[in-house]
């Protein structure tokens, strides 16, 4: 059994038109360390699929099995990393970490806790705006606190969800070079849901495409055949990037939505 694994997943809502199922048995597998992504349209269950790992909400069937123990709830162990801002901003950016580093290491004396902060702050390279309040910073900074939380949980596996989306096209690069290292680094398992296919092959070891639904489910994982550490700089012209992109913009072209 891989670390994460989740089978058969069945998710859906009541609507006024009746029930929709928005995932109709979802698979996916993630080993300890490794770098998952999940890409599709949006619409097709994404977030509801990191809400049901995440414990946020319950499935209709299947089962989540994180390191031997059934997903029953949210934990400290499941990390999260929304698409928009849920950082506290009436605290500074110190303290939006310090929260949750204090909230899992209650044990631990006040001094090492803040040494933890710090380097967490360091770490997502925000030590000159530490004493800021969200409001300051601009919308990729404020990502990369949200990250350096996620972080902060030391959470067995780290859920990401469009974490970049809402941010411009220059920052959001800058965003993914930072997580590139700080994975690079730190080796937390993540799970990070996209709709940006070029971000997904630049950041993960595999992808799995999800398909539009409703009943979505996700096709086969599509490993990335680049070597690490990884720069952007030229990445694309890699026989294994456009190999990569090929079979996910096939899956997703042969599983469009018939509107
Ligand atoms: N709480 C809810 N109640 C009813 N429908 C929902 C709810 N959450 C999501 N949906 C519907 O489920 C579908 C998938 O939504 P979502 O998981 O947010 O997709 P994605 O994150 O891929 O954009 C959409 O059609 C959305 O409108
Ligand atoms: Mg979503």
């Known amino acids: 059994m891989a670390y994460l694994e989740v089978l058969g997943l069945r998710k859906a809502y009541a609507t006024a038109r009746g029930r929709t199922e928005v995932l109709g048995g979802v698979d996916l597998a993630v080993d300890e360390g490794e770098f998952v992504a999940v890409v599709g ?13 995440a414990g946020l909400i319950a499935p209709d069937a299947g089962e989540i099995v994180l390191d031997g123990a ?92 469009e974490p970049f989306s809402a941010l411009d ?44 639904g409703p009943g979505a489910v996700l096709g086969p994982a599509i490993e990335v055949g680049l070597p690490r550490p990884r720069a952007r700089r030229h990445l694309s012209l890699e026989p294994a990037y456009q190999k990569a992109r090929q079979a996910i913009v096939d899956f997703l072209r042969a599983n469009r939505r018939v509107a």
């Open 169 to 212: 096209a220059l920052t959001r690069a800058s965003c993914q070079d930072h997580l590139l290292r700080i994975w690079g680094e730190r080796r937390t398992t993540v799970i990070l849901i996209t709709n940006d296919v070029d971000e997904a092959i630049l950041l993960a070891d595999r992808i799995y495409p999800m398909t539009p």
């Open 70 to 161: 059934p997903v029953t709830g949210p934990g400290p162990e499941r990390g999260i990393v929304f698409q928009q801002y849920s950082l506290l901003p009436w605290l500074s950016v110190h303290d939006n970490v310090a929260l949750a580093v204090d909230a899992v290491n209650p044990g631990r004396p006040a001094r090492e806790r803040r040494r933890l902060t710090e380097e967490l702050i360091a770490l997502v390279n925000l030590t000159p705006a530490a004493g800021k309040r969200p409001a300051q910073l601009s919308g990729g900074m404020r990502q990369r606190v949200a990250v350096a939380r996620g972080l902060a949980m030391q959470p067995k596996v780290l859920l990401m969800d």
């Open 41 to 53: 349209y949006s619409g097709s269950g994404k977030t509801t699929l990191v809400s049901l790992v």
